[in-house]
């Protein structure tokens, strides 16, 4: 299946283990005027859920080094990091789902490479926003000038 995130596999220095990379950006959130705090609307929830039996059938048998799920720490992000969660950890995955620095809307995209680089599991996802998963996603590219449009792959 497609997901709206951008997936990427990278090979270990030792040409050993395939290690996953999946960015996803939150679900639809409720408007501001409704709740400050934008947690997850009933669209959003619902999307966020059509994610996770995506991305769960995507990665299919589980692998020894589990996964690792990021998210900025907002309600909304949180919210559809927990429902990859449960659909990983109702398919047999070992896996982890932690707030984490760097992924908020306006960070500069270097905190998100140095969590790229120094993850041990062979699958780390990070549910995020925008623009900074754009920007995220033409640096792990090499390609700055893609933000823009790799922007308009989350939505």
Same mark, same amino acid.
């Given at each position: &299946? ?22 996803? +950006?939150?679900?639809? &959130? ?17 999307? #966020? ?17 589990? #996964? ?45 490479? #140095? ?23 033409? +640096? ?6 893609? #933000? ?8």
């Amino acid at each position: &299946p497609q997901s709206d995130g951008i997936t990427a596999a990278a090979v270990d220095a030792s040409g050993g283990w395939v290690r996953r990379l999946i960015l996803l +950006r939150h679900g639809t &959130p409720m408007a501001e005027e409704e709740n400050p705090r934008r947690p997850l609307s009933e669209q959003g929830k619902s999307e #966020a859920e059509f994610t996770a039996k995506g991305v769960a059938a995507y990665l299919g048998t589980p692998t020894a080094g589990g #996964a690792k799920l990021l998210h900025s720490g907002k309600d909304r992000a949180k919210e559809t990091a927990e429902a990859i969660e449960q659909a990983l950890t109702a398919a047999g995955w070992l896996c982890r789902c932690e707030d984490t620095k760097g992924l908020d809307p306006k960070d500069t995209p270097d905190a998100a490479l #140095a969590l790229v680089r120094d993850v041990a599991e062979s699958v780390l996802i990070m549910v995020g926003h925008l623009p900074h998963m754009g920007f995220l996603s033409s +640096r792990l590219i090499a390609e700055p000038a893609a #933000a823009g449009r790799l922007g308009g792959c989350f939505h």
